[in-house]
């Protein structure tokens, strides 16, 4: 079992920054994919940025060049995976959520609320 929670969300005017992070603990193996993804409402959930063991990053077009994904490896067994957004915009506003894959497994956190607004 993999546990992955998310914190850092709220609330921050179009402009602004904000900085999410992830951890994932549990039965974590150290190749792996972890990737933050988002919900508006009444759209589906999208891929925001994802990251791998090695480092490779990945970035939906619409956050490349504002958002900045990394990663801090097995602390502890324990993966920490930020993301930093920078030139937020309304439409960024969505749930953020974290997940965390592997060869044979997929877990999602519940999910942080970032909302863009003045």
């Known amino acids: 079992q993999v546990q992955v929670v998310e914190s850092g969300g709220g609330l921050v005017q179009p402009g602004g920054s904000l900085r999410l992070s992830c951890a994932a603990s549990?039965?974590?193996?150290?190749?792996?994919?972890m990737g933050w993804y988002r919900q508006a409402p009444g759209k589906q959930r999208e891929l925001v940025a994802t990251?791998?063991?090695?480092?490779?990053?990945?970035?939906?077009d619409s956050v490349k060049g504002r958002f900045t994904i990394s990663r801090d490896n097995a602390k502890n067994a324990k993966i920490t995976v930020p993301l930093q957004m920078n030139s937020l915009k309304p439409e960024d506003t969505a749930v953020y959520y974290c997940?965390?894959?592997?060869?044979?497994?997929?877990?999602w956190g519940k999910g942080t609320l970032v909302t863009v607004s003045s």
């Open positions: 990251i791998d063991s090695s480092g490779t990053t990945h970035y939906a």
């Open positions: 997940n965390y894959e592997n060869t044979l497994v997929r877990y």
């Open positions: 549990g039965s974590i193996i150290m190749t792996y994919v």
